[in-house]
Structure formats: structure tokens, C-alpha cells
């Protein structure tokens, strides 16, 4: 059983950025962040494997988040940065057994309570 605890969320103006952050209780998984806006399903956002450090992001968010890890510390980050509006969603943390980049929720065994983030215009 692997415990995920976020933090970092908050309210940002549009343009801000903000870094989010996931505790593991436990390592050697691949780490993904996903969001879920209300009346909306749970979308992927990026992933990070846990040997290599490879990465896979979502087309929406390429080239303004940045996902990375600390192993030493079992934490993952999420970097947002120029964040808009319909960035606003609720984020999770997800942790998933196996060495490849996984992007769907079924992939993913483990999750984190989520953080709030909300971007004004």
C-alpha cells in the first residue's frame, strides 16, 4: 500500500505559475499527475518513471508544466508555469507499479486526495 499526500495548490492569476508537490510513502513506482475540472472526467497531465526519469506530458499542458522527481526524497513535483484559466481543476497524484510512462487512470493503482488549483483571468 503506497500512501500519496499532495501539496502546493492555490490560487494564481492567469500568466502565475505554482509547483505542486506529491509525498510517497513508498518508491520504485512511476509517478503521474492528473486533473479533474468539475463536470469533467479525470484527464492526464504528465508522468515520470522511476529508473530513467523519462517523462510523457499531455498536449495541453507540453512545454508550460514540467514533472520531476526526487528519490531520495519519494516526492514528485508538478511545475506549472503560464497558467490559464482552464487550468483550474482539482490535481491528483498517482502512483503506478511497472517502468514505462503510463497515461491512463486505469494504469495507476495508487492516489493521492488531490490539491485545488485555481487560476484567475
Known amino acids: 500500500q503506497v500512501q500519496l499526500v499532495e501539496s502546493g495548490g492555490g490560487l494564481v492569476q492567469a500568466g502565475g505559475s505554482l509547483r505542486l508537490s506529491c509525498a510517497a510513502s513508498?518508491?520504485?513506482?512511476?509517478m503521474g499527475w492528473f486533473r479533474q475540472a468539475p463536470g469533467k472526467e479525470r484527464e492526464f497531465v504528465a508522468t515520470?518513471?522511476?529508473?530513467?526519469?523519462?517523462?510523457y506530458y499531455a498536449d495541453s499542458v507540453k512545454g508550460r508544466f514540467t514533472i520531476s522527481r526526487d528519490n531520495a526524497k519519494n516526492t514528485v513535483y508538478l511545475q506549472m508555469t503560464s497558467l490559464k484559466p482552464d487550468d483550474t481543476a482539482l490535481y491528483y497524484c498517482?502512483?503506478?507499479?511497472?517502468?514505462?510512462?503510463?497515461?491512463?487512470?486505469?494504469?495507476?493503482?495508487?492516489w493521492g486526495q488531490g490539491t485545488q488549483v485555481t487560476v484567475s483571468s
Open positions: 513508498g518508491s520504485r513506482y512511476a
Open positions: 498517482a502512483a503506478a507499479l511497472g517502468r514505462k510512462t503510463y497515461y491512463k487512470v486505469s494504469q495507476y493503482e495508487y
Open positions: 515520470i518513471t522511476w529508473s530513467d526519469s523519462s517523462t
